[in-house]
């Protein structure tokens, strides 16, 4: 005692009697590594009375069951739609798919992290001397002794909710993998069916997937219980870990290190399908010599090592050492950097960049073969065309009147015609693209049309109020259809369909517009609430809705349900609600499709049609894949935007980005009773017959298509852009032509939109080796860098044409001088002639708005036309006034199209264009509701230089705009000041003239 007497009493007191017992009591209360430990002094503190608990329970009761009835509504109405639209089978299956894999690979998940807690608290040492180490850990194992149970089952269900709704979203994944299809077409490098790698090899990533964060997670989850109960040890003397604990983690290592040998395998195989930078094209897919020569024995020699480094982890089990595991660890990483990483580059740096093309042929061949394949544009038809024709200027202008019917009428610039001259209703609106169709005239012709829907706009209505916005305006009314390659002698539209009620060229239908694409809101129908139909004169048409469309709200619990997930409480009340009433929601043509079939990719331009007597909107869809071998990838996104497209025309797509696209099947969504019908248009495509599988009964064939609707069928938008893009480069065969780049096109800019790639025109045309016109889809290139033209795209858009989907590309000479689209509209506003006339169209404040301008091949050259609206001052809507029309080197601009193309071509007389009515000047037109125009366009006075003169030309044509608006408005005091005012100017015009001629012979006579 006496050597620790010069410690002080701080260690005296350590040893003393008492202080002994207390510290070997502690040492007995201590939890065995898992019992229960003491429960110490507690806290008395005063307990709820009988009341709060029963408020309490009350108020925990009902949130849950608020939160669970908020739960059942988003369920039980989407049941309830799919029931309405009669697609049932893709709920359930869709449903039950979820459910199945969050159940099995959440509980794979919470089984293999919870076996392996259990396990190594299991493995957990006896109680062995004490460290500051075990001391720190002490209170933590003492804190979760009494909870063991509890924590372990919270653990293992959070990583089983997790990892089950991570898989819940691979169902799509699933479905594929089980009821994959053959493709018939074997990948070149391993000889595999295409199949594997769409259906196969994204199911083995995600179960690889899956395994590896199984692993990674039980291994977190049992090196922390080890190291909380002291089978590791961090700073504590002697052994690191016990050889339990070194056995149960050696196996899972192992575990992680054979899942990295099958993935190194898959690897081989996602050669074929990975995406890489390479200078012959962007988005280069598939291997390439460096893959082939260096990476894919990399990979196998990589598997190899890491199935024998797993091995040796397994070993451990015996031999209760690290040591050979950790070394082929090792081994394995620098295998990985000196053969997966060096190598290759090696190889890439002195045999490929050497000669990198001949190196790469091969594999470039590959990779346009595939390429063209999977995009479908491998029958197209490349021809030459040498931009230039050396036919007479009389052979020339009678072509031209063959050769298309060139549409004036442009459906990006007349909606506000539409809408101002058609509207009727501040409540009713009009798409701001219209959309081009055809239809046949009285004569039995077919037509170029631009159609558009009266739909439904709650913004318009005057007075807002729930029961106005959802129980009275809920529909649109009538087609308003024009046709495309007239207009009226006042130049707005010559309507084949128009005012309200509906009259025309289209015969009998059911006008009402109930599912439209700008018909976003929610609207209940065909209770006790009369609907506003349409107004005739003064007085308001009502209707209550016939169709079985939507959901019934005669259940209190479906009235319940839509209050929830509308929102919106009234519905539970309202006394508007009643028998028969009907929820109307998921009104747009694309969202009906997307929900009843979520496996495809929706075209962005849906557009309507009158098919036997109904309004069907129709919808072009496909089926897409980004696992296509050695097919290069696209991003939809990106490819399908233009000048045009806006967040309302954007496709709607499942993969954005995809090397693998077909127009697999087309549908139809009728416009009063909302029903989708799913047809299936290409036979032969394994995605969509995979799909079929999956949801059987949910696609019809083809041949219930009818001739009706058949007719009204076309070339999708989005597919063409997509081709188009890929065309740019994959029109070339030769690898070495593709390698140089000598040959690369480039989608040239809108004209009037810079910076936005130029839109797509539907046209009635002929190509060359055509003998009649084809309602067709085109475009143009330039060349990469220029703005000449480089080539001219058609593709047969007529379904009904056994040359359907042909696509034929006119390639001008490398060398050409041709005029590009941005140059000819440079040409047009350039041209001293066409500004002046263009100045004198801009006074008064009027606008120019250039409508598209439509290439066409004639005879060996190309001829331009391009119609010009005016918006004139105080008019909110573009008419058409002049006609541009260039060929060759000449232009012109003229009042009507058969005018320019006869100056163009040298021409004199009154050749007529197809589908071009000539009018004289004092033609009377039909208004909407009926009425007749009094008036027409005045007669055009002979051209003066003179200052007053061209003043009073100009208030003439002011007036007269100022009338037809007022008569649009059916204001008649303002259109009789109109009137008065252009009598006035004309009056005033004819005097100057006169005055002007007769100093002009005066002159003459003093000479």
């Known amino acids: 005692m006496s050597k620790l007497h010069g410690w002080g009493p701080s260690i005296r007191g350590l040893f003393h009697p008492l202080r002994i017992f207390e510290v070997r009591t502690l040492a007995f209360q201590m939890p065995d590594r898992g019992s229960g430990g003491p429960t110490g002094p507690r806290i008395s503190v005063g307990r709820p009375s009988r009341r709060a608990k029963t408020l309490l329970m009350t108020a925990g009761v009902l949130a849950v069951l608020a939160m669970l009835f908020v739960m059942f509504a988003g369920f039980w109405t989407d049941w309830l739609w799919y029931r309405s639209v009669q697609y049932t089978n893709v709920f359930t299956t869709t449903l039950w798919t979820k459910i199945g894999m969050f159940a099995v690979f959440g509980l794979l998940m919470a089984g293999a992290v919870g076996v392996n807690i259990w396990l190594a608290h299991r493995l957990r040492p006896p109680l062995s001397a004490m460290s500051l180490e075990q001391q720190s850990l002490d209170r933590y194992r003492m804190g979760i002794a009494p909870y063991k149970k509890w924590v ?161 982890f397994f070993a451990t089990l015996w031999r209760r050492t690290w040591q050979l595991p950790v070394i082929g660890f090792g081994l394995m990483v620098l295998s990985a950097i000196l053969i997966g990483g060096l190598y290759p580059a090696i190889v890439q740096k002195f045999q490929v960049q050497p000669n990198e093309q001949a190196k790469e042929t091969p594999y ?229 499709v997307e929900a009843v079939a979520p496996w495809l990719t929706i075209d962005g331009d849906p557009y309507p049609a009158e098919v036997d007597g109904r309004i069907q909107w129709l919808v072009d869809a496909y089926t897409t894949t980004n696992q296509y071998p050695y097919s290069s990838r696209t991003t939809l996104g990106e490819t399908t935007a233009d000048a045009l497209t806006d967040g309302q025309r954007s496709v709607i797509a499942q993969q954005n980005r ?125 060349p990469s860098g220029r703005e000449t033209l480089g080539a001219f795209m058609a593709v047969n858009a007529d379904a009904r044409s056994e040359d359907y989907g042909t696509i034929r590309i006119l390639k001008l000479p490398s060398n050409t001088t041709v005029s590009g689209p941005q140059q000819v509209q440079s040409r047009f506003n350039s041209d001293t002639d066409i500004a002046n006339e263009i100045n004198i169209l801009q006074r008064g404040d009027s606008e120019i708005e250039y409508g598209n301008l439509l290439t066409v091949p004639l005879e060996g050259g190309l001829l331009y036309v391009e119609p010009v609206y005016v918006r004139g001052a105080g008019t909110n809507y573009p008419l058409l006034r002049k006609v541009l029309v260039t060929y060759g080197e000449e232009t012109a601009f003229e009042d009507t199209l058969g005018e320019a193309l006869n100056v163009v071509f040298g021409v004199d007389g009154t050749e007529g264009t197809p589908g071009e009515e000539e009018q004289p000047p004092g033609d009377e037109e039909e208004q909407p509701g009926g009425e007749e125009q009094p008036g027409g366009t005045p007669a055009d006075p002979p051209a003066s230089e003179d200052p007053t003169v061209q003043e009073a030309l100009q208030d003439a044509q002011e007036a007269f705009e100022t009338g037809q608006e007022a008569l649009a408005e059916q204001d008649w005091e303002a259109y009789g000041q109109a009137q008065q005012d252009l009598e006035d100017a004309l009056q005033r015009a004819a005097e100057a003239e006169q005055s002007a001629d007769g100093g002009a012979e005066e002159g003459r006579r003093e000479e």
């Open 152 to 312: 372990l089952l919270g653990v293992t269900a959070l990583v089983g909710l997790i990892a089950g709704a991570s898989a819940a979203g691979q169902w799509r994944t699933w479905l594929l993998w089980v009821n994959g299809v053959p493709f018939g077409t074997a990948d070149p490098q391993f000889g595999k069916d295409v199949s594997f790698y769409a259906f196969d090899l994204p199911w083995y990533r995600f179960l690889l997937s899956f395994g590896f964060a199984a692993v990674v997670l039980s291994l977190l989850a049992a090196a922390l219980v080890h190291y909380l109960y002291g089978g590791l040890r961090l700073t504590t003397p002697g052994a690191r870990a016990t050889s339990q604990a070194t056995g149960h983690l050696s196996v899972l290592l192992g575990l992680f290190v054979a899942l990295k040998a099958v993935a190194y395998w898959l690897d081989r195989y996602g050669l074929a399908v990975k995406s890489g930078d390479f200078k012959a094209t962007d988005n280069w897919t598939g291997l390439r010599y460096v893959d082939a020569n260096a990476y894919l024995p990399a990979k196998t020699i990589l598997f190899f090592i890491a199935a024998i480094c797993a091995v040796l």
């Open 658 to 782: 995809v090397n693998y696209i077909r127009n697999s099947v087309k549908a139809t969504v009728d416009a009063y009773t909302g029903d989708v019908k799913l047809y299936q248009w290409d036979t032969n495509d394994p995605i969509l017959k995979t799909w079929m599988k999956a949801f059987p009964d949910t696609v019809e064939p083809r041949g219930e298509i009818g001739d009706e609707l058949m007719a009204h069928f076309r070339y999708p938008q989005d597919l063409f852009k997509v081709q188009r893009e890929l065309l740019t480069r994959y029109h070339v065969t030769s690898a070495s032509q593709f390698y140089s780049g000598s040959e690369r096109w480039q989608v040239p800019d809108d004209p009037t939109h810079k910076g936005n790639a130029v839109p797509p025109y539907y046209l009635s045309m002929k190509m060359p080796d055509q003998e009649e016109q084809t309602f067709s889809l085109t475009t143009t290139f330039n």
């Open 364 to 592: 470039i061949k590959k990779n346009i073969d595939a390429t063209r394949d999977a995009y479908d544009i491998a029958d197209s038809e490349v021809s030459d065309y040498e931009g230039q024709s050396e036919a007479s200027n009389e052979e020339l202008r009678e072509a031209a009147n063959t050769t298309a019917s060139i549409r004036l009428l442009d459906p990006n610039v007349v909606s506000p015609s539409f809408q101002q001259l058609q509207q009727v209703r501040s409540y009713y609106q009009f798409p701001a693209t219209l959309d081009v169709d055809r239809y046949t005239t009285e004569d039995g012709a077919e037509q170029d049309t631009v159609i558009g829907l009266r739909e439904i706009n709650i913004n318009g209505i005057t007075e807002r109020n729930w029961i106005n916005d959802h129980f009275k305006y809920t529909h649109g009314f009538g087609i308003v259809a024009g046709k495309g390659t007239e207009v009226a002698s006042t130049g707005a539209p010559e309507f084949i369909e128009k005012n309200l009620p509906p009259t025309g060229e289209l015969g009998e239908y059911e006008p009402r517009v109930y599912y439209g694409e700008k018909t976003t809101q929610y609207s209940i129908v065909g209770g006790p609430q009369k609907e506003l139909d349409y107004i005739s004169g003064s007085e308001e048409k009502t209707y209550s809705y016939k169709g079985d469309s939507g959901v019934s709200l005669e259940s209190p619990v479906n009235r319940a349900a839509y209050a929830v997930a509308f929102g919106e409480p009234q519905i539970m009340y309202s006394g508007a609600i009643g028998d028969g009433s009907r929820v109307l929601y998921n009104r747009t043509p694309k969202e009906r």
